[in-house]
């Protein structure tokens, strides 16, 4: 299987199951983030252009996921300024950090596991280390404002 269309079934592989965490949150009447909105268009689109044009497939990819990246971003920052004085806002910001844990456990599980011997794993997990680090920091603060607002 090329390397492009092994990259589009994971990014699916993965939205599959956010759809369905998604879906779960839709009937709790919440909105579909941005980010896998853009996400799933350009996955769509991507997997109908690649036949054609495998290059311009993986242009659209990556310019998907940038776009993701950074509607989350502005997300996160919304959520972070209305966080002190936003009961629902906190929550959500919490919500998301906890997955963010998640997927820090589950990046330094992966790569102890595919690549234990690898000079490179060493900085990975330092990186990993950091970023887990920053993130318990942020949710210390947004418990911090959930106690709060009570």
């Given amino acids: 299987m090329d390397t492009f269309l092994a990259q589009v079934l994971l990014v699916f592989a993965a939205l599959l199951v956010v759809g369905a965490l998604q879906v ?10 941005t980010s896998y ?13 690649e036949k054609k044009d495998p ?9 998907a996921a940038a776009a993701a990246a950074a509607a989350e971003d502005r ?13 629902k806002a906190a ?19 992966e790569l102890q596991r595919d ?6 794993v060493a900085l990975a997990l330092g990186s990993i280390d950091d970023a887990e680090k920053a993130t318990r920091q942020r949710l210390v603060e947004v418990e911090t404002h959930l106690q709060r607002l009570g």
Avoid: N, W, Y
Wanted: charge should be positive; glycine fraction near 2%; aromatic fraction near 2%.
């Fill in 91 to 109: 929550a959500e910001l919490r919500k998301r950090l906890v997955e963010d844990l998640r997927a820090h456990v589950a990046a330094r599980r």
């Fill in 115 to 120: 690549s234990p011997t690898d000079p490179s």
């Fill in 75 to 87: 997300e996160r920052t919304e959520l972070r300024q209305k966080a002190p004085f936003d009961k």
């Fill in 24 to 33: 779960i949150s839709i009937r709790r009447r919440r909105k579909l983030r």
């Fill in 37 to 49: 909105k853009l996400l799933l268009v350009a996955a769509d689109q991507a997997l109908k252009l």
């Fill in 55 to 63: 290059a311009g497939a993986q242009r659209l990819m990556d310019q």
